[in-house]
């Protein structure tokens, strides 16, 4: 089974550094994703991390460490449109993807 | 380019109804998964399908059937619906052959009362 954790709920400041924690225990490994998921909506592709280290794609970030089951999401120079869920997922063994149950990310002005 | 379609966007349904959501992809895409999202709980998957003719149960399969007769459709049926199957549920497909990133509908919206 899949066991992935990340806090609920974080707040910053429009311009600041947010950084995103996610611990897993997973049988088997193939990949972490990130995904963005605003309210009511569904959620869409941010990163994909499959070996250790830093993967930059514009403001946002994922790193990756597979010895220690722990992954991170980097938003910089934050925004109001980043106010979202953000969702960490597991591929295991069989390809299936599993997720944590998203942080919210609050963006204030 | 649609992507993948999911019907209903939204019902409502007296329990012990059987109920089939649809979901159509248009991507080629090998494998199709079937999520429900529930408030505090996250996406948790039902039942997937690595390609066509075949299906595999997810966490929280009970209640729920797959088929898969071809690519592109994955229907997902409630055979008889109780409240607890109330949620938004989230139909999403992937290319196995690469990175494996899903691609999600835009959900349905299921009341069971």
């Known amino acids: 089974g899949q066991n992935i954790d990340q806090p609920t709920e974080m707040t910053a400041t429009e311009g600041a550094i947010v950084q995103i924690n996610c611990t897993y225990q997973?049988?088997?490994?193939?990949?972490l994703f990130w995904y963005q998921q605003h309210a009511g909506e569904a959620p869409t592709f941010l990163s994909y991390?499959?070996?250790?280290g830093l993967e930059e794609k514009g403001r946002f970030s994922s790193f990756l460490s597979r010895s220690k089951g722990y992954s991170y999401l980097l938003l910089k120079e934050l925004q109001m449109k980043d106010s979202a869920s953000y969702l960490c997922a597991v591929k295991d063994s069989d390809y299936k993807l599993s997720f944590g149950a998203g942080t919210t990310v609050t963006v204030r002005a | 380019i649609a992507g993948i379609t999911q019907a209903p966007t939204s019902q409502i349904l007296a329990a012990g109804r059987r109920m089939t959501l649809r979901c159509t992809q248009d991507?080629?895409?090998?494998?199709m998964y079937w999520y429900r999202q529930d408030l505090g709980l996250g996406l948790r998957l039902i039942h997937y399908?690595?390609?066509?003719?075949?299906?595999g149960k997810g966490e929280v399969p009970d209640g729920y059937s797959v088929s898969r007769a071809n690519t592109d459709d994955f229907p997902l049926t409630l055979a008889s619906a109780v409240p607890s199957q109330t949620s938004v549920y989230f139909c999403?497909?992937?290319?196995?052959?690469?990175?494996?990133?899903?691609?999600f509908g835009e959900g349905s919206r299921l009341t069971v009362l």
């Open positions: 997973t049988s088997g490994f193939n990949g």
């Open positions: 991390n499959v070996l250790d």
């Open positions: 991507m080629r895409h090998n494998a």
């Open positions: 399908s690595n390609t066509a003719g075949t299906t």
């Open positions: 999403a497909s992937s290319d196995l052959a690469g990175a494996g990133e899903l691609f």
